[in-house]
């Protein structure tokens, strides 16, 4: 009769164990569909972080610090009142993301239509992975691309709307008044970027480029 005892609670542990890994994994998986509304359809969680360690509350409260990553392997903080576990989990998310449909030399100008959205684990993506082609026409490339290679933010750049030497107008704006000079750029920029440029009197200003190659200040 002990044996029986006991061989039916090793069953009833054994038929338990199931049901916590879901209702843990679930209760994630809920955490980070309601941080990436967008991607959770495709979102699936994987627990790394043995049994042993999880948190003993039945609904653990996730909290994550600000600068963490969608996806991909992260620590999550899971708290049981003054009790806190670590655990370590995989987020797989499946979408599109953006490769190029030839190969591409560095260098060389490209437009949206140098590009094509491919359907994949974005999780495993390199750093700064684009997920679309917007903004890219005229945009340079910076090294080599392989046909079908993922694209990467620091890939390509914008072309420079300013080049250092490049003689340029200063538009000063403030509260009720405008003013504008000449003067040449330091530095090379694209449009929205910061440039330096040195003044007539040899005053040194920084601002930002306009569309039209304009430098803007604003006082």
Known sequence: MRGYSV?????????????????????????????DPQHAAGMKVVVRT????????????FTLPGN???WGNLSVAANCGENRRYLQVQVQVTGNYLVATHALTRGSSVTASDFRLQSGRLDTLPARALFNSNGLNDAVVLRD???????TLSMLRQPWRVKAGQKVVVIASGDGFN???AGQALNNAAASQWVRVRMG???????RVDDDG???ITL
């Open 201 to 207: 009197n040899g005053q040194v200003v920084s601002g």
């Open 7 to 35: 061989l039916l609670g090793m069953l009833l542990v054994l038929i338990a164990l199931p049901v916590r890994a879901s209702d843990l994994t679930a209760q994630l998986t809920r955490f980070f569909q309601v941080r």
């Open 214 to 216: 304009n430098i803007l």
């Open 145 to 151: 691309i392989l046909p079908g290679q993922p694209v």
């Open 179 to 181: 003013a504008s000079g």
């Open 68 to 70: 963490s990553r969608l």
């Open 50 to 61: 043995p049994e042993a360690q999880w948190p003993a509350c039945e609904a653990p409260r």
